[in-house]
């Protein structure tokens, strides 16, 4: 069989195999297996097995991506999602659809401890759809907001999905970390947008609440400023150069527990769940990286990401056409997988096409670009029915709001996602910039 046939066939099977919810990881580690022993030979796939562990799991960058877990889950131990709702509450908690635009507000600030899109839909909504429905909020907008305020969580940094990107492409995390940070702002400033023309057309789904005193409001910020602290500190310090990711990943796990120790919040048994919710959660994650890996090296075998962008180099195709063709792909698949499956599994094939057109940009920036569309675009699958991870996540922590509820409420919030998408496709500066002033 030629080797292109073979590949399509076995990224057939692969996509079969996820339908029918085998684990993503499992799935792609035997068609891949399969891929490459019918393109090479078993005693290869043995010696690529010997080695391919050790270098993949041993790198030093990767060891940021169980450190940034750990910190959001020490995060979510310590009071720190109820601290960011209540200061946030309480400065805009006024407005016409306050709540809500608070909610938004809570999510993209602890998305920047826990880098996790789950972890920040579900801590956020155990704290926030309490005080939406004691305000009489529509179970439409308060689960829509919190389902679209979970995705912040992918991009805005320390971004776990944003990091595997960086080491599946090569690419440099903190220029990464920068180049998404414009597109981060422009998410939560529409999502406010999308909650203020919401509740304009809908009134009764956001009742007013009254002004927090000046008083209040000052109290809330002292609650919030180690938070803000770490945050600075953090990647204050990547930007600045004054250490490494993985250092600063290491020094955000220290500072989260000692907040969490000085307060009193993190106890012993919180700690050792951290540890081990951390652990879980890793192996999940380097299954699915190694999964993936051997299903690239087999595709990668079969020569298909060159044979792709060959192909659309002799066709002709307008190099902006092809983007908004795998941009459409990742909105199709974004129905039926997570989004680290995805980057993970498309990332390897998609990249070299796109890098392999001219777009007018350099190489780096045209790197840096595609990478914060393509995490966009994953961020509109998390609240894409009908297997929106973040719909899910909602619907079970709030079992009396109807599925078809939490479904509607996120219309607004994917019309918003749609227009930053257009935006960054139409001004590609907008992913670099802050990397052209910094380097």
């Known amino acids: 069989m030629d080797p292109t046939t073979l590949s399509l066939l076995l990224l057939a099977v692969l996509l079969v195999a996820i339908v029918l919810r085998a684990p993503i990881g499992l799935a ?8 490459y022993v019918s393109l090479s030979s078993f005693a290869s796939l043995q010696a690529y097995l010997s080695t391919a562990w050790p270098d993949k799991f041993l790198s030093y960058d990767l060891a940021i991506v169980p450190l940034f877990i750990l910190m959001g889950h020490l995060a979510t131990r310590t009071g720190i999602s109820s601290a960011l709702f209540a200061a946030s509450n309480a400065w805009i908690g006024h407005w016409r659809g306050g709540l809500a635009m608070a909610a938004v507000a809570g999510c993209a600030m602890f998305g920047s401890i826990s880098g996790s899109s789950i972890a920040t839909a579900s801590t956020m909504a155990k704290v926030a759809l309490p005080e939406m429905r004691k305000h009489r909020y529509s179970p439409a907008l308060s689960s829509g907001a919190l389902a679209a305020g979970g995705t912040l969580g992918i991009l805005i940094p320390p971004s776990i999905v944003l990091i595997i990107y960086a080491l599946l492409t090569e690419q ?21 947008i999308a909650i203020a023309v919401y509740v304009r057309i809908f009134p009764d789904a956001a009742p007013k609440q009254d002004r927090a005193p000046l008083k209040t409001r000052l109290a809330s910020l002292r609650q919030i400023w180690h938070i803000v602290g770490i945050f600075i500190i953090v990647l204050g310090g990547i930007y600045g150069g004054f250490f490494t990711p993985a250092e600063g990943a290491s020094i955000g796990v220290v500072l989260t527990a ?5 307060s009193r919040t993190l106890t012993f048994g919180a700690l050792i769940e951290s540890l081990v919710d951390t652990a879980g959660a890793t192996a999940m994650i380097f299954v699915i990286i190694f999964g993936a890996d051997i299903f690239n090296v087999a595709v990668a075998l079969s020569r298909l990401p060159m044979t792709l962008a060959d192909w ?58 595609f990478g914060i569309i393509t995490l966009v675009v994953v961020e509109v699958g998390m609240i894409t029915p009908p297997v929106g ?12 709001i109807p599925t078809k509820a939490i479904f ?13 998408i257009g935006l960054l496709i139409a001004v590609p500066g907008l992913s670099f910039w802050l990397v052209s002033l910094w380097g």
Do not use: H
Not at 28 to 35: E, N
Not at 180 to 191: E, H
């Open 172 to 192: 440099n995390i903190v220029k990464l970390f920068l180049a998404a940070t414009i597109p981060g702002i422009l998410a939560v400033l529409g999502f406010i």
């Open 28 to 35: 792609m580690a035997v068609v891949g297996a399969v891929g």
């Open 389 to 400: 991870m973040n719909l899910f996540i909602i619907s079970a922590i709030a079992r009396d």
């Open 258 to 262: 000692l907040a969490g120790i000085c």
């Open 408 to 420: 509607k409420g996120t219309i607004p919030f994917i019309i918003s996602e749609f227009t930053r």
């Open 312 to 369: 659309f180099s002799a066709a002709e195709i307008a190099p902006m056409s092809v983007l908004l063709l795998i941009v459409l792909f990742y909105l199709v698949m974004g129905c039926v997988m997570d989004s680290l499956s995805m980057i993970v599994l498309t990332v390897p094939v998609f990249f070299p096409t796109m890098m392999s057109l001219d777009f007018g940009l350099l190489p780096e920036q045209q790197a840096l670009w």
